[in-house]
Structures are given as structure tokens and as C-alpha cells.
């Protein structure tokens, strides 16, 4: 009797390197830099190192993105970073990165921007930001709390999660259209703060306060955590035509874009209120900004702008995530149902609700805040460790064939895994119990495997 083997589940390839691109920039530029320059500022309180940092970051970001281009060539399936440290490190390596993208990465970005979009909402629709709980589920440990706030945050994860379930085409429409919104958005505020806003320029010469090492490589993790997302079209490697020519072509425009941004965004932020001035900002410093430069137009000018950018990053968060948990499932390090390809849509549909319902737990527990918190560290260290396995892999496979090599290898790529090794045991020095906490969770992950593991073995 003849048997058949059954070829595992793949997706489309119906992207191009714009699609790429937009879902870096829609993931890339959210809440972080609405938030974190402050933060930042007040860690390196001296404009041009305060501004350094940001370039940093891109120039990091940029030699990562190369790096992943190489790879995502060389391995061009769904997973990202998971495929990478899989094949370079071993199945274990793999899953914990995946277990990160699951219980934080991904789906804690997913849940603190759907909160934040609450929020801004409210100014529009009064009562959509209001956090008093309507009922409570008293679960141990982590009661569920249902307020008109969550409910909303909620909604707009099941509102993307539906999108991207019933086809990549829709998906795919409403990611560029959000991309280039926010895009429009950002370069027009900019545009107009820099030439008609009041400001000035001798603020990018002040220093408020003397910046130690320390603190420039502290500043780099939130730094670092905001430029997350600059490797996401790696994830979707699957579904884009020609990835050998697109998928580097999509993270490089990509990265550029977010890094020409980020550093004219903190540029304006300086003109307009000093290095001190920024430091000492509470909330979002763009609506500080704006209401500097715009005067009362600037609240809801800036909500409708916010609101576009958080609902681009929801969108973008739900594209590339659920790939991780497919690739994972197909190799049997994860439930086999998230493996299964929608046959009508052609969409990773089982993990793309997965994903939204674990960020619905975490906007209804409460518990977004620590685990980005716990686990902001891990995004550089697994960027880091994915990016390594390039030296692996050309060691290992020298003659694999590789239709993209990485830029400035082997210096760039080598930077790179310092600079990320650097930021990773800086975290411990500076914040020893948090980052303690944080690998604790990343570690969890580790009985996890070995029960899917054991799980394939037996079948």
C-alpha cells in the first residue's frame, strides 16, 4: 500500500516590498514615541547625546534589518527571528523567542495600545476611556475587570484580528492605508513645527545636567524597544514575492523611513520646549507639542492623529505576530491548531485569534504594564542573538545559496550583537530585580517546550 505525506501548511506569497515596508512603519511608530522621550531625556539630559541616542538606535536598527535580510533570504518562511534561532541555536532557542512574541512582545504591544487608543478615543466619545469596572470575573490570581476602557481596548483588537482573518488582501489594504496616514501625519506636524512653529534652535546646544555611559546605554533599551518592529516584514517572508529581492528591499526602506522620523519627531520636540523642558514632561509629549505649537485646535488635531498611529500599530501588531506562533505550531512547538491555514482566506486564522485573546486577558487582568516592563530587555536580546546567527549559518551552510548578502558584514552585523550583548548586561547592572524578573518569565517558557516536544515525539 502506497503512502502519502502530507506537505505541511503554507501561505500565500501575494505581498510586495511596499506591503513589507508599511507593516514596518505601521509597527515600528506607536506608543513609544508618543511616551518615551521623556524617559529618555531624562536619562541623557544633553540635546545632541540625548539626539544621538535616537540615531543610535537606527543605525542599530538598520544594521539589524540587513542582517535579517541575509537570513530571511537564506530562510524565507513565516517566523522571523523563531525560524533563525531555531536553525542557529536550537528548537529550544527558537521557541523561548516565540514564547516571548506570545505572552509580551506581540500581544502586550497589541493590549497597552489598545488601551492608549481608549483613551484618545474618550476626547471624541465621551465615556470610551472611563476605567470604573462594570463587573468583575474573580479568577485566582488575575480577576478579569470589565469597564467601558477595556471593553473598548477589546473591541479594537477583535476589530483587527477579523481583518486579517478573512483574507491577506484586506488585510494588506487597511495596513497601507493606515501606513500612510500616519506617515502624512507625522511628516506634516514636523514639517510645520520646524518651519512656522515657535521655538529654538539654540535648545539642540543645551544640556541640562552631565550624561554618564551608563545612562546612554540605559537610555538605549527604551530606545531600543521603540524601534521594535523595524524586523517585521521578516515575519511575513512567506507571503512576499520574490523574498530574496523584496523582503531586504522592504526592511531597508522601512527602517529608513522610521529612523528619518524618529529623529526629526525628537528634533522638533527639543525646538520647542529644551532638553530639560522634555524630561520633565508627563504623558504624551506630542500633545504637549501640539498644544505649544497649535494652541486649542492642538487636542483634537493630535487625538485624531494619535488615534491613527495606535490603530496602524494594532493592525501591524496582528499582521505579523500570529506568523511566530504558525511557524511555531508547524514545527510542533506550539498547539497544532494555530498550524492550520484558513481554507477559505488563506490565513493563519487559529493563530491570529490566539493572539487576540491573550491581549484581551492582558487589557482585562491589568497586567500589560509589568510584563513590558519585566521583559523590555528580552527584545534586544533576542534581536541580538538572531542577528548572531548569521556568522553561524555562514559557517554551517557556507555554500546555501543567498540571494541577499548582508550589508557591512562582518562589521555591521558584529556591532550589532555588541551593542545588543552591551545593552543586555547593562539592564542587569542598572535594574538588577526587574531584569531578574523578566528572564524568570522568559524561562517559564522552558517547561513549556518540553511538553510540546515530548507531545511530537509521542505521536
Same mark, same amino acid.
Given at each position: ?90 528548537? !529550544? ?23 492608549? !487608543? ?98 546612554? !546605554? ?9 524601534? =521594535? ?27 529608513v523611513a522610521v529612523t528619518v522620523i524618529y529623529l526629526l519627531m525628537n528634533v522638533l520636540f527639543i525646538?520647542?520646549? =529644551? ?8 504623558? =504624551? ?123 557591512? #558584514? ?38 513549556? #517546550? ?10
Amino acid at each position: 500500500m502506497t503512502t502519502t505525506t502530507q506537505a505541511p501548511p503554507s501561505l500565500e506569497r501575494r505581498l510586495g516590498p511596499l506591503d513589507g515596508a508599511a507593516i514596518i512603519v505601521s509597527n515600528v511608530i506607536g506608543g513609544g514615541i508618543l511616551f518615551l522621550p521623556p524617559q529618555i531625556a531624562a536619562s541623557v539630559p544633553s540635546a545632541l547625546l540625548f539626539l544621538s541616542t535616537w540615531l543610535a538606535g537606527g543605525l542599530l536598527a538598520f544594521a539589524g534589518a540587513m542582517a535579517y535580510a541575509e537570513l530571511a533570504a537564506l530562510r524565507p518562511r513565516a517566523g522571523g527571528e523563531y525560524v533563525y534561532l531555531r536553525d542557529a541555536y536550537g528548537g !529550544l532557542a527558537g521557541f523561548l523567542t516565540g514564547w516571548t512574541s506570545f505572552v509580551a512582545g506581540f500581544s502586550g504591544a497589541m493590549a497597552a495600545s489598545a488601551i492608549v !487608543l481608549a483613551l484618545y478615543l474618550d476626547r471624541f466619545i465621551p465615556g470610551a476611556a472611563n476605567a470604573t469596572p462594570l463587573f468583575a470575573v474573580p479568577l485566582p490570581y488575575v480577576p478579569l475587570t470589565f469597564s467601558v476602557q477595556t471593553l473598548v481596548a477589546s473591541a479594537a483588537i477583535i476589530v483587527a484580528a477579523i481583518v486579517h482573518i478573512v483574507g491577506i488582501g484586506p488585510g494588506r489594504t487597511v495596513t497601507n492605508i493606515l501606513a500612510a496616514l500616519k506617515v502624512a501625519a507625522f511628516v506634516g506636524f514636523i514639517a510645520f513645527g520646524l518651519t512656522l512653529g515657535t521655538g529654538a534652535a539654540a535648545n539642540l546646544q543645551q544640556s541640562a545636567a552631565p550624561v554618564t555611559m551608563a545612562g546612554w !546605554l540605559f537610555a538605549l533599551i527604551p530606545i531600543m524597544f521603540t524601534y =521594535s518592529g523595524w524586523n517585521a516584514a521578516a515575519y511575513m517572508a512567506e507571503e512576499i514575492r520574490d523574498p530574496g529581492r523584496n523582503v531586504p528591499l522592504a526592511l531597508a526602506v522601512g527602517t529608513v523611513a522610521v529612523t528619518v522620523i524618529y529623529l526629526l519627531m525628537n528634533v522638533l520636540f527639543i525646538y520647542v520646549m =529644551s532638553i530639560g523642558g522634555l524630561a520633565a514632561v508627563q504623558g =504624551s509629549v506630542l500633545d504637549v507639542v501640539a498644544d505649544r505649537l497649535l494652541g486649542v485646535r492642538a487636542g483634537d488635531i493630535m487625538g485624531v492623529v494619535s488615534i491613527v498611529s495606535l490603530a496602524a500599530g494594532i493592525n501591524a501588531f496582528t499582521f505579523a505576530g500570529p506568523r511566530v506562533y504558525f511557524a511555531m505550531a508547524r514545527d510542533g512547538a506550539f498547539f497544532p491548531a494555530a498550524a492550520r491555514v484558513h481554507p477559505r482566506f488563506r490565513t493563519p486564522a487559529v493563530s491570529i485569534a490566539a493572539q487576540a485573546m491573550f491581549a484581551i486577558l492582558l487589557v482585562l487582568t491589568g497586567s500589560l504594564d509589568a510584563l513590558a516592563n519585566y521583559v523590555g530587555f528580552a527584545i534586544t536580546l533576542f534581536l541580538g542573538l538572531a542577528v548572531a546567527a548569521v556568522f553561524i549559518l555562514r559557517a554551517r551552510e557556507p555554500d546555501a545559496p543567498r540571494p541577499f548578502l548582508a550589508l557591512g #558584514y562582518p562589521v555591521a552585523p558584529a556591532i550589532f550583537t555588541l551593542a545588543s550583548a552591551g545593552i543586555v548586561v547593562n539592564a542587569f547592572y542598572a535594574d538588577l530585580r526587574r531584569t531578574l524578573v523578566g528572564a524568570a518569565i522568559i524561562l517559564a517558557g522552558v517547561p513549556i #517546550y518540553l511538553l510540546f516536544r515530548a507531545r511530537t515525539r509521542s505521536r
